[in-house]
C-alpha cells in the first residue's frame, strides 16, 4: 500500500513538473497572467497527495486486478476532472484566453494522462 501511494505521489508531482516545463509557457500566455510569486507547494504537494490516495482507494473498492484495469479506472477519474473543468469553463473560467479551447486542454490534458499512468503503475502494488 504505502509503496503504491509513493509511487503514484512521485509520478504524479515528477510528471506536473515535465508536462508544465513543456507547455507551461503556453499555459501562462493563455492565461494571459504573470508568475511573480511562487505557487504555494505546500498546498500542492497536500492536494497531490490527497488525490493519490483518493485513486489508490478507488481502485481497491473496484477490485481492480490487471494493469490494464488500473489505467482505464485512473482515465476515468482524470476524465470526471475534465468534466468538472469543463463545467468552469462554461461558466467563464476561460474567458480572458484567446483560446480557451487550448487552455482547456492544457489543463486537462495533464491530469488525464497522469492519472492514466499512476493507475496503471500502482497496480504493480496492489
Known sequence: MFLAILTGFIIYMVSGMIYYSILGKRWVDLLHIKLDKQPNYGLLTLVTLLTTLLLFGILNLSQAETI?????????????????????????????????????????GYHVIALTVIGAVMMFFI
Request: aromatic share 10%; charged share 10%.
Open 68 to 108: 490494464m484495469d488500473g489505467a482505464i479506472i485512473g482515465g476515468s477519474v482524470g476524465l470526471i476532472v475534465a468534466l468538472a473543468y469543463a463545467k468552469d469553463f462554461i461558466f467563464s473560467l476561460g474567458s480572458n484566453s484567446k483560446n480557451a479551447i487550448s487552455l482547456y486542454c492544457v489543463a486537462v
